[in-house]
DNA sequence: AATCGTGAGTAAGTATTACTTACCCGACTA
DNA sequence: TAGTCGGGTAAGTAATACTTACTCACGATT
């Protein structure tokens, strides 16, 4: 995927992740950028539509990563609550151990219209439409309760994953993340009633 | 609270609002919004520190209102268990109303450090914890599970709301709010499991 | 062997826009 | 009547995302 890419804009999407790490993205500037990669600002733009754009494709290559390392675990287990809980722990580990995408993911890109056309929003709608997949397995199985509905317990599980770990992605908190992804478990399988 | 102000700051505030039903908060320049207030461009820079205190101060003001009127559902429900279930469906008809400030509560603001300072983000972070502390009440009395993790299922509440709602403020889509809300309830309080 | 086309990159703008600085004016007030 | 102060204006300025016009190396084509 990284191949075939001229070096300039190679330089470039590495500058962009390493300046990344320490500043968030309004705050990179083209001319930084720029600076970093060795290369001039015009040639951003030669590659590029615009800056966002250039976001967009960084964070698009790393979901793409994300998402074929996931489906390999799915597809090792055999059950649907067995892979919705993988995919549970999965996803919060991956946002905690890579906390850069996650605050990019969760936090600098929805903001912007135009992050819901590109290619990265498109792996994670389609990401999200596999997990919908199994839900419905679940139910036409007999493992989960015929009257829930499947696109309340997708948003259910995303949202419960991305809110557990936001606290610790804005303010750089520490987690135990196998606490929580097995809290969020019981929560939505077995429910909070007694 | 919009009292003891001076016309022009009212009038920069009223704009900015009426702006953003059209507009997001990006694409609303300064220039605009002193043109639609009928004032100068540095007659904003007099009572907002910047464009995004300008914001935040808004948001503020709706948030506390929005917080008022919850706490007196609140008030009238006894059990946890109701006072959480109104919660949720209190807060997604709230955001479905008033979709403008959804947008930018769950899009918009979150994207720069600043709004995690501000006091319409205290605001939120007080809403939380009255409805933590409800958890825990319903955990000391036997409402709830004694070993369900308290935190994690308020983030769990809180996500779940925002993603089911997600979709249909950055696609402006209808959404049957009843529905959405009671099967959410099913989810978190009885579980996905038979 | 000369030429042509093209991919890769540069250099020097320009327009926009958030924000600043210096000033004005009318109404209380001492 | 002089002072001061809240409310407001006008004209900047610096930063910065993006554009435009150009250069150069090099492999293919005739």
């Known amino acids: 995927m990284t191949q075939h890419q001229p070096p300039g804009k190679i330089k470039i999407l590495k500058?962009?992740?390493l300046l990344l790490e320490q500043h968030n993205f309004n705050a990179i500037t083209t001319a930084l950028i720029a600076k970093e990669a060795g290369v001039t600002e015009g040639l951003i733009y030669k590659y590029f539509k615009d800056k966002k754009d250039l976001l967009f494709e960084l964070l698009g290559e790393n979901i793409t990563l994300f998402n074929q390392a996931l489906t390999a675990k799915l597809n090792k287990k055999n059950t649907a609550v067995e892979k919705l809980k993988i995919f549970i722990t999965t996803t919060t580990k991956?946002?905690?151990?890579?906390r850069v995408f996650g605050r990019i993911l969760l936090l600098e890109v929805?903001?912007?219209p135009e992050y819901f056309?590109?290619?990265?929003?498109?792996t994670m709608t389609a990401l999200e439409t596999s997990i919908h997949d199994i839900i419905l397995d679940g139910i036409k199985n007999g493992?989960?309760?015929?009257d829930i509905d499947s696109?309340?317990?997708?948003?259910?599980m995303v949202g419960a994953i991305e809110h557990a770990i936001l606290d610790a992605i804005i303010f750089n908190q520490e987690i135990n993340a196998?606490?929580?992804t097995s809290h969020i478990?019981?929560?939505?399988?077995?429910?909070v009633e007694p």
């Open 15 to 17: 500058a962009l992740s």
């Open 94 to 98: 991956a946002y905690l151990k890579n």
């Open 110 to 112: 929805r903001n912007t």
């Open 117 to 122: 056309k590109s290619s990265a929003h498109a």
């Open 143 to 146: 493992e989960l309760r015929k």
């Open 151 to 156: 696109r309340v317990l997708l948003k259910t």
């Open 178 to 180: 196998p606490a929580v």
């Open 185 to 191: 478990n019981e929560i939505i399988f077995k429910g």
